[in-house]
């Protein structure tokens, strides 16, 4: 099997991580309410981390010693788009009939297609030098997106979505990144290493969404215990980050 079926092998089972919410079918409604918060800030935690602690950093190592100085651009380019497509999704919400959905879920799907995306590019590019380094990159990457999953249902399910339409999304969204793999391969002679400006691009998505929408959520709790409760969830999402990063440094 060549690079190209090594690459669909993998991102298809790195796909099937968006079915872990399945585990919360079996809760009961009102037990899912009181932890879906909770699952907002592991998603909170979880996107910083990610931005912070892969993406940024595989940026940065990627342009080695050039200036710095356009990633930073890119990554507030990132972070602005979603503020003006946030705006946007506001002002449709105020004056729609009906208010189902919150923008932040929309933003989530958006978010998490491009990184699920590059996700891919980096896959197909790691089986391209050989099928060892291509199964360890694939097995940090699936590592990561499981606690981030898990997070980013809790978010649709809490910006209005029911449960299975939250499974849905949020497969088709992670199934982006057998769309990412299939390219890399394809593209292989013309794109080469993954798009440096993809990596700070989405990293602006994801500080906006984390600080803009989800930590806010999550402030609002009267409860001092349960506030406190939320932040330590919060640490643990980006501590899972880290831990990846920091056994496999090299997948950035």
């Excluded at 208010?99 to 990184?115: A, F, I, M, Q």
Aim: glycine share 10%; charged share 10%.
């Amino acid at each position: 099997m060549g690079p190209f079926g090594w690459t669909v092998v993998a991102t298809f089972t790195i796909s099937l991580t968006a079915w872990t919410g399945v585990l919360t079918l079996v809760l009961r409604a009102e037990l899912l309410d009181r932890i879906l918060l909770g699952m907002v800030a592991l998603a909170a935690g979880s996107l910083m981390g990610g931005a912070f602690l892969h993406l940024l950093p595989q940026a940065i190592a990627d342009v080695g010693t050039a200036d710095t100085l356009p990633l930073f651009l890119y990554l507030i380019g990132g972070f602005c788009l979603f503020y003006v497509l946030e705006q946007f999704l506001n002002w449709h919400h105020h004056h729609a009939t009906t208010h189902d959905r919150e923008p932040v879920s929309y933003l989530v799907l958006v978010s998490d297609t491009l990184h699920n995306f590059i996700d891919g590019l980096v896959i197909a590019a790691a089986f391209l030098v050989s099928v060892s380094f291509g199964i360890t990159t694939s097995l940090a990457i699936a590592l990561h997106e499981v606690p981030q999953e898990i997070g980013d249902f809790g978010v649709l399910v809490y910006g209005g979505f029911g449960r299975w339409q939250a499974l849905v999304l949020n497969y088709l969204t992670q199934a982006t990144v057998i769309v990412g793999g299939v390219v890399g391969i394809a593209l292989q002679g013309y794109i080469g290493e993954v798009p440096t400006v993809l990596l700070p691009f989405a990293a602006g998505n994801f500080i906006y969404i984390a600080s803009s929408d989800l930590v806010p959520e999550i402030k609002r709790e009267a409860n001092v215990r349960q506030s406190f409760l939320y932040f330590v969830v919060f640490l643990v999402g980006i501590g899972l980050m880290l831990t990846i990063r920091l056994l496999r440094p090299e997948f950035g």
